[in-house]
């Protein structure tokens, strides 16, 4: 079946240096949705990136991530991280199969000074 | 932003008695879910419902496990009898309902269940 993997549980980054968080994915089906969402403690998970068509970037917030479909990944990147970067990061897929979005591990940003 | 609310944020209960969770969803929202994420693992999906509906659930939602939303009130996840397993926290979250899995997911902010 579908699955999201997530290979770092923990990155920890100097303030300034870029930041590269790691997504790939297996789908059976052509039509793959990818998404970044982020999740502060104590608040709701919410939608940082969503993927558009292959090979193309999408951009929020300082933040951006390239669908492709040939080496399966959506890495999600920014040129320089900040303090308030701190968070988990969840990547999550979802096709034209099913009716949800799966989602990986998660991948815990910790920026320090 | 569109807020989806989760009521209690924390609950204790001994196991085998009856929990309800609650879940106030994005007002113009027509697809909801509920997913559940045991500390330190992923966030797992455990269903939708979408017209008064279970659309889809996976193995995770077991027979003990039922949700509802009544007269468009709360949508609710009820475990009937809980067992320690059922520790974890639950995420409710709500999509408009037109673009089916493609659309933004709006999550609350958790209620964290602890099952003695």
């Known amino acids: 079946g579908d699955s999201v993997t997530q290979t770092e549980g923990l990155v920890t980054l100097t303030e300034g240096l870029p930041v590269m968080l790691n997504c790939t994915y297996q789908?059976?089906?052509?039509?793959?949705?990818l998404f970044w969402y982020v999740h502060y403690l104590n608040e709701s998970p919410w939608l940082l990136l969503r993927s558009s068509t292959d090979n193309k970037r999408t951009e929020h917030q300082g933040f951006h991530a390239t669908l492709h479909k040939s080496s399966s990944s959506f890495h999600l990147q920014k040129s320089s991280a900040q303090l308030s970067d701190s968070a988990l990061y969840y990547c999550a897929l979802s096709d034209n199969s099913g009716t949800y979005q799966r989602f990986g591990t998660g991948t815990k940003l910790q920026v320090v000074p | 932003g569109p807020k989806v609310l989760q009521i209690p944020s924390h609950q204790i209960i001994d196991m085998g008695q009856m929990v309800t969770l609650n879940c106030d969803p994005v007002?113009?929202?027509?697809?909801f879910y509920w997913y559940k994420q045991i500390l330190g693992q992923q966030m797992e999906f455990l269903v939708n419902f979408y017209n008064g509906k279970v659309m889809e659930k996976s193995k995770l939602f077991k027979d003990q496990f039922s949700v509802e939303r009544p007269d468009g009130s709360y949508f609710t996840l009820k475990i009937q009898p809980t067992a320690l397993e059922d520790s974890a926290v639950y995420f409710c979250?709500?999509?408009?309902?037109?673009?089916?899995?493609?659309?933004?997911?709006?999550f609350g902010s958790g209620t964290r269940l602890t099952v003695l």
């Open positions: 007002s113009n929202h027509l697809y």
């Open positions: 979250a709500s999509s408009t309902g037109t673009g089916m899995s493609a659309e933004t997911l709006y």
């Open positions: 789908t059976i089906y052509s039509n793959a949705f």
